[in-house]
Nanobody, 120 residues
Framework: QVRVVESGGGLVQPGGSLRLSCAAT????????MAWYRQTPGNQRDLVAS???????TYADSVKGRFTISRDTAKNMVYLQMNSLKPEDTAVYYC??????????????WGQGTQVTVSS
């Protein structure tokens, strides 16, 4: 019943901006953390930014100062504001949620991914 769905990807020129959105929906008791990862073909899926339920954030060194993770706890949503985008940011971006389903065990859920392409 729990679903994680991200959106907002697209094609943007270098130096441009995009805002990704992610919603955790369904029968959720509580969320421990949500995060954004990205992956390119042939490479591992790497953490971009994360936020715990307490509001603590982490960022990959490559995106510090350019990307900002934020949340709307009432809606079980997180966002990734991406500014000053570079071609190296091109990847499929995945939303990740570490949560307790109602009546279930703590589990990690992944979204389907959204493509971000930075190109002129």
């Amino acid at each position: 019943q729990v679903r994680v769905v991200e959106s907002g990807g697209g094609l943007v020129q270098p130096g441009g901006s995009l805002r990704l959105s992610c919603a955790a929906t369904g029968s959720i008791f509580a969320i421990a953390a949500m995060a954004w990862y990205r992956q390119t073909p042939g490479n591992q899926r790497d953490l971009v930014a994360s936020m715990t339920s307490g509001g603590s954030t982490t960022y990959a060194d490559s995106v510090k100062g350019r990307f900002t993770i934020s949340r709307d706890t009432a809606k079980n949503m997180v966002y990734l504001q991406m500014n000053s985008l570079k071609p190296e940011d091109t990847a499929v971006y995945y939303c990740n949620s570490d949560l307790w389903p109602r009546g279930g065990r703590r589990s990690v859920y992944w979204g389907q991914g959204t493509q971000v392409t930075v190109s002129s």
